[in-house]
């Protein structure tokens, strides 16, 4: 199945999300910027996204989905609660998580979040999400 023009057009703005934020910062981003590391006008930028606080979250949210998506590919190969630490921890510092871009990103979002109006509530709802898988995990062995 052919993906659709507007799942493609958003994918390659959270990759110019996520390329701007690693150059530019966090706190430096704008939606000019984000244009034009995309190739788009501002005005399709709108189009797929209201604002730039709706950007970064979906550009966060993204990274975090492959994150999740790979632990749990991998959890399932393990059988201890020990090798299941381990690909946790493995995963998280692999060369292709653990680098300076997704390092800013993460920094750059804990440090700026607060700041950002519609952002702080997200910022709660992943923080419980960790802490309530970290929990299952800790209970349940």
């Known amino acids: 199945m052919r993906k659709k023009i507007k799942d493609i057009r958003r994918e390659e703005l959270l990759q110019a999300t996520l390329d701007t934020i690693h150059t530019e910062g966090l706190h430096n981003i704008t939606v000019a910027k984000?244009?034009?590391t995309a190739g788009m006008s501002q005005g399709m930028v709108h189009h797929y996204f209201k604002?730039?606080?709706e950007i970064?979250?979906?550009a966060i949210r993204h990274v975090n989905a492959e994150l999740r998506t790979e632990i749990v590919q991998e959890m399932s190969r393990a059988?201890?609660?020990a090798e299941k630490l381990f690909k946790i921890l493995d995963i998280n510092f692999a060369p292709h998580w653990f680098n300076q871009k997704t390092t800013r990103l993460w920094v750059s979002f804990a440090v700026k979040c607060p700041s950002i109006t519609p952002l702080p509530a997200f910022r709660?709802?992943?923080t419980d999400a960790c802490t309530v898988?970290?929990?299952t995990y800790y209970n349940h062995y």
Do not use: G, V
């Open 51 to 53: 604002n730039k606080a």
């Open 79 to 81: 059988n201890t609660p």
């Open 124 to 126: 709660r709802s992943f």
């Open 56 to 58: 970064i979250e979906a």
């Open 34 to 36: 984000l244009s034009k």
């Open 133 to 135: 898988t970290l929990n």
